[in-house]
Structures are given as C-alpha cells and as structure tokens.
C-alpha cells in the first residue's frame, strides 16, 4: 500500500511566472493599424533607450554585485533586482513590439480642417447641454486624465470624420446618446 504525503509549502519553489508574462497589448480593430503621434512614438522610443541604455544597465551591475554576496536565496537585494529586471526587460519587450507596428500619422498635416481626424481636438455638447473636449490620439499614449481619449474609444469612433456643427451618435450601456460637435483644431504647424 502506497502511502502520499503531500508535500509542504515550504519545500516547494515559488516562480514568478505570472511577473514573466507579457503584458497584453491593447486591442487594435480588425484592420485597424496602431496610429500614434510623432511626439507619441518619441515618448515610447526614448523610454526604450533609456531602459536598454541606463537603467538595465545599473539594474544588471547590482545583480551581479549581489550576486556576489553569498546565499542568494535570502539575499533581499538580489531578489528585488532580478524582479526589477523582469520588469525592464517586459517593458522593452512591450516597447520594441508596439513601436514596430506603430504608423506615425502628423495631426499638424489638418490644420485648419473643421472635419475629425486622428490627432484632433473636439469640443463637443451632449444632450444635456454638458460641454467636453477630448483630444484623439493612439492606443500608447492616450491619457483620460488630460482629456485625451484612443481613437478606439467609442466617443472618438463616433465623432471621427464628423464636422463643426455636425450631431453624432454614441452607443452607451444607458442607449444612445446625442453629441454636436462644436469646434474641432488641431496643432499648428
């Protein structure tokens, strides 16, 4: 008769598997193409150089001086730096592979234009009379919290290739809503 015992927590080896995965990439539309500002596509590129250049770099040389450093099982600083360089080396991976598809489109090029494009700025007036503007740009480098939105947001597929003046209509969980679009720029050149 076989017997099992199972197997303390304390004997097994933790991964960090779950650190090791990539970070999924926001969805693109089918078709769709990962459009991004020059001054988008900048950000991204020098947060990678910096990453590959410098901070990779420091991580890499205390690591090894912690590796030095005897047991490296209880060893606090090579632990962190060997976490902190699946982190880098996630991140540069994230970066290379979005800055490879990404399509650099110059908002400056509609300057003057009234109609909605990528890189556009959109002051528009719900059904309640509430105004906002949003600015549209890439799935990389759209932050809600300065008022920009990705042209997949649904506020901006809706408002795209409208005009001043123009009502559009947004699908929401509470039904459609109505927006009429009151100014639209874009940077100068």
Known sequence: MAYSCPMSKAFTRETDAADDDEPGLPPLPPGGKNYITPAGYARLRSELLELMDSERPK?????????KNGDRSENGDYLYGKKRLREIDRRIRFLTKRLEIAEVT??????GSEQIFFGA?????DDTGQER?????????ADTTRG??????????????AREGDSVRLPTPAGLRELEVLRVSYPSR
């Open 121 to 125: 700025t959109v002051t528009y007036a």
């Open 59 to 67: 991580v890499v040389e205390a690591v090894h001086w912690a590796a």
């Open 148 to 161: 920009e939105v990705s042209w997949v947001a649904p506020v901006a597929r809706a408002l795209l290739k």
């Open 106 to 111: 110059d908002p400056r090029l509609h300057h």
């Open 133 to 141: 503007s949003i600015t549209i740009l890439g799935i990389d480098e």
